[in-house]
């Protein structure tokens, strides 16, 4: 299996890249940006990251992958920090990792290292940390959020019984999964699976953002039944650090 060999490689060249997608409120401010994990490989190219990540979840590589993207998102962080741009960044971790002994205490560490503050890293995570051992996933969330780091839902509604993990996860943030969102302002039954979506979510204290919005009349809607950030390409897709850069000052 030439590719996880090559992907190994890569992270250990520094050659895998992350890029930056905001996270943006309906009066403009910039709630934060997701760490998009990127690689070109030499031979065959832009690799897809739903295909990569496959592989690393599959061979054992994915704890290393996640240390990767968190020691570079934290490394921007600070970067950014320095130069005067105060903010947050959300790095996705996978279920792996949330099963990893001593998960919550090295991110701590990496945090305390880079001298960046807890509350600029918030972890995307899915239903799926439940799957395997809940104890052991809702230990080590428990632990992070000690730490106080921030955790989001990722993908919200695409998993199963998902009100039972909303109760027993300790996240801030849900992320309505763009399945829902992509069709929200032509279909009436999306629409109204976001509308319950946003409500329950509040209900819970929670902040909701809608990913994978495209167009105009989609904000609008979103605007209208009280979500409170999106995330597309509307707004912007994932750029590199220092098209990011050049965005986050451009939005003074
Ligand atoms: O841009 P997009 O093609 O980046 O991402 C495809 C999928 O890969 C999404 O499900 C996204 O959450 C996931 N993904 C992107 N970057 C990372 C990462 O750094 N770690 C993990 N675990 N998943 C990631
Ligand atoms: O699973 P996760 O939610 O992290 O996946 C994010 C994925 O969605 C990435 O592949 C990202 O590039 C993609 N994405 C981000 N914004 C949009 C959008 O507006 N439309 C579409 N189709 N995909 C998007
Ligand atoms: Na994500
Ligand atoms: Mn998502």
Avoid at 215 to 236: F, N
Avoid at 238 to 249: D, F, G, I, Q
Wanted: aromatic residues 6%.
């Amino acid at each position: 299996l030439g590719l996880l060999g090559d992907l190994r490689r890569a992270l250990d060249a520094g050659d895998v890249e992350l890029h930056y997608q905001p996270k943006v409120r309906f009066d403009g401010e910039v709630a934060g940006l997701e760490a998009l994990v990127r690689w070109v490989h030499p031979e065959r190219g832009k690799v897809p990251p739903d295909e990569f990540i496959a592989i690393a979840e599959s061979s054992g590589l994915m704890p290393h992958l996640t240390e990767y993207v968190l020691e570079s998102a934290l490394a921007q962080v600070a970067r950014w920090r320095s130069q005067g741009l105060n903010v947050p960044v959300a790095v996705n971790v996978s279920p792996r990792d949330v099963h990893t002994p001593g998960f919550a205490g090295a991110v701590a560490a990496r945090l305390a290292r880079h001298g960046v503050p807890a509350g600029a890293l918030q972890l995307e995570i899915t239903e799926h940390v439940l799957l395997e051992d809940p104890q052991r996933a809702a230990d080590t969330l428990a632990g992070l959020t000690g730490h106080g780091v921030k955790m989001s839902l990722d993908d919200f509604g695409t998993g199963y019984s998902s009100l039972v993990h909303l109760r027993r996860l300790p996240v801030s943030e849900l992320k309505i999964d763009r399945s829902f969102v992509a069709r929200l302002a032509v279909d009436t039954e999306d629409a109204e699976i976001v509308r319950c979506t946003v409500d329950l979510a509040h209900s819970l204290g929670l902040l909701v953002v809608a990913e994978g919005v495209e167009d105009d009349e989609t904000w609008e809607r979103l605007r209208d039944l009280g979500c409170d950030a999106v995330q597309g390409w509307l707004v912007a897709a994932a750029m590199p650090p220092s098209e990011t850069t050049a965005w986050l000052r451009a939005r003074g």
